[in-house]
Each structure stands twice: as structure tokens, then as C-alpha cells.
């Protein structure tokens, strides 16, 4: 489990973003905060230690009396609407105060490696060919009805139930899901903007959590310059070989 810190933000799409050197790197935008420090978890109290943070200002009009309670006694003037909690190591929790607010250049920095969380695009009830990529029956003569079938589920007599875990069809996507070790490319703080490398889970306008790698791995986001292959024509490196008096 990752220990460094995180910020909630939400998907805004794809984009591109090029090198010196002209090569297009494929990234995604990510709004990031400004998110406020809502409340503290410490293993003596709770048994973990984590900060707890909240995201967009919610309407009164929509808050409950225990929600109101709660903001209140955190000491937080706007009610948020989406609380997530994010692991730290106790030593790490002095630095965030309840009702300090976090914004995108606070946390992150150029090249830092993250994990992104978020949920998945639903793809609704699909088959077994679609979620599991199972090949299906041949599409020839004599096939009936059982072109995009799963095939036999059961184990005759013994064990004489379905195992469970069993491949079939079902609701595809809308699930919470990781995607790891992804490079921070660009931060605007102005903006609260934040370029990563790579994909995102979800879609646009999706709710995702950005917070450093438990990896402690090292990745290139700009590439490196290729060197010039010399050529191998004979006549040309007779030439560059020759002395200054024979050019002459």
C-alpha cells in the first residue's frame, strides 16, 4: 500500500504535449483540488493513520443535518461533496492541518511517478465473447443459434454445481480500477491542472484520486536524443579519412 500523499480530482480527456526535439507524448488532463483537509485518522485513535480529504463545495441547500454537524466540528466553513481518505505514514500527518487546503503544485512535481484510481467505463450486460474474449463457435454449416455462445458452464455428475468464478456473460466495466507507475508530465498550479502520462480509468468528467507510486521506480518522459547513424558507404569514409593535403 502506497503511503504518499494524493489529491481527488476529476478526468477531463486527452491531450498531447511535445518535446525540443518535435515527438508528441500522449497525456492525460486531470483537474486536480484544491481539496480541503477535513479530518485526521491516527492508529491510536483508529488503528491506521490517514488524512482525510474533501472536493467541491456542495450547495447548503443539499446538505443533511449529521453532514452539517460533522463540517462543523472539523471547523470547515463549506460543506464538500465527495470525502476520500488517503494513507499516510504517522510521521507525515503534522504536516496537514484540518482545514488546510491542498492545491495540484503543493503535492506534485514534475517527473513524480503516481497511481491514479478510478472507475471504469460501464459497458453494460455484454456476453462472454465481448468481457472475456472467448473465441465463440465456428461460423460454418451446421452451427445453429451458437455463434457468440460460452459453451458448456457444468461438470456432469461430479462436482454437479457451476464452479465459482466461472467465465459467463454479465455486467461489463463500472468498477474501481488502478492504473500504475504513471509520469506527472506537467503541472499548472495556476489552473490546478495536471498532465500524466498515459491513460486514465473512466471517462470524462470521471472522479479519480492521484497519489504517489508504492513503486519507487524511475521512468523517462522525455526521450532521449538519438544519435546519427554514420554511413557505411565505402566511398564516403575513404573520403573523410583522406588527408588535408590529398583534398587539396
Known amino acids: 500500500m502506497s503511503l504518499k500523499m494524493g489529491l481527488i480530482g476529476r478526468k477531463i480527456g486527452m491531450t498531447q504535449v511535445f518535446h525540443e526535439d518535435g515527438s508528441a507524448l500522449g497525456c492525460t488532463a486531470v483537474s486536480v483540488g484544491p481539496c480541503v483537509v477535513t479530518g485526521k485518522r491516527t492508529v491510536d485513535k483508529h488503528g491506521y493513520s490517514a488524512v482525510q480529504l474533501g472536493f467541491e463545495e456542495m450547495p447548503l441547500r443539499l446538505m443533511t443535518r449529521p453532514q452539517s454537524g460533522y463540517y462543523k466540528k472539523a471547523g470547515v466553513e463549506k460543506p464538500l461533496r465527495h470525502l476520500r481518505e488517503v494513507r499516510l505514514d504517522p510521521k507525515e500527518l503534522d504536516k496537514y492541518e484540518v482545514g488546510k487546503t491542498l492545491r495540484a503544485s503543493d503535492i506534485f512535481k514534475i517527473g513524480d511517478v503516481v497511481d491514479v484510481v478510478g472507475t471504469t467505463k460501464g459497458k453494460g450486460y455484454q456476453g462472454v465473447m465481448k468481457k472475456h474474449r472467448m473465441k465463440g463457435d465456428s461460423a460454418t454449416h451446421g452451427t445453429h443459434e451458437f455463434f457468440r455462445h460460452g459453451g458448456s458452464i457444468g461438470c456432469r455428475l461430479t462436482p454437479g454445481r457451476v464452479h465459482k468464478g466461472k467465465r459467463m456473460s454479465g455486467l461489463m466495466g463500472n468498477v ?38 508504492v513503486k519507487d521506480v524511475k521512468k523517462y518522459v522525455v526521450p532521449r536524443q538519438i544519435k546519427e547513424v554514420e554511413s557505411k558507404n565505402p566511398m564516403k569514409a575513404s573520403k573523410k579519412g583522406a588527408p588535408a593535403a590529398a583534398k587539396k
Open 176 to 213: 474501481k480500477n488502478t492504473s500504475a507507475d504513471l509520469v506527472i508530465v506537467q503541472v499548472l498550479g495556476d489552473k490546478d491542472l495536471v498532465l500524466v502520462k498515459g491513460a486514465v480509468p473512466g471517462g470524462a468528467n470521471g472522479l479519480v484520486l492521484i497519489k504517489g507510486s
